[in-house]
Nanobody, 124 residues
Framework: QVHLVQSGGGSVQAGGSLKLSCVTSGYAFNSCGMGWYRQAPGKARELVATLSESGSITYADSVKGRFTISEDKAKNTLYLQMNRLRAEDTAVYYC??????????????????WGQGTQVTVSS
């Protein structure tokens, strides 16, 4: 059974830094891509950053140059380093993993799992 357990987050003043972690189990780590999403109060969940199984990385324009997504395959862990945080970064952050089999991954048939979410609050 696939599990994603998040840690990190908290409250910080604008300009500060936080690091989120997402430890996975129950499947081949990052076999079909992973990412971070966030949801602010009253808003839709939005993409923050993705890391494909081949190592390709994408970022939302709003976080480019400030956030860094990375992985430690030995620890089955995905990270999001957040620097120069702004009040508008305040949201619940979610880790996402696509645990599709190699065939389903190649066919574009996802098997998505979410972390439990972690609150990030940035005060101005």
């Amino acid at each position: 059974q696939v599990h994603l357990v998040q840690s990190g987050g908290g409250s910080v003043q604008a300009g500060g830094s936080l690091k989120l972690s997402c430890v996975t189990s129950g499947y081949a780590f990052n076999s079909c891509g992973m990412g971070w999403y966030r949801q602010a109060p009253g808003k839709a969940r939005e993409l923050v950053a993705t890391l494909s199984e081949s190592g390709s990385i994408t970022y939302a324009d709003s976080v480019k140059g400030r956030f860094t997504i990375s992985e430690d395959k030995a620890k089955n862990t995905l990270y999001l380093q957040m620097n120069r945080l702004r009040a508008e970064d305040t949201a619940v952050y979610y880790c996402l993993a696509d645990a599709a089999s190699p065939k389903d991954c190649a066919d574009g048939s996802p098997s998505l799992y979410w972390g439990q979410g972690t609150q990030v609050t940035v005060s101005s």
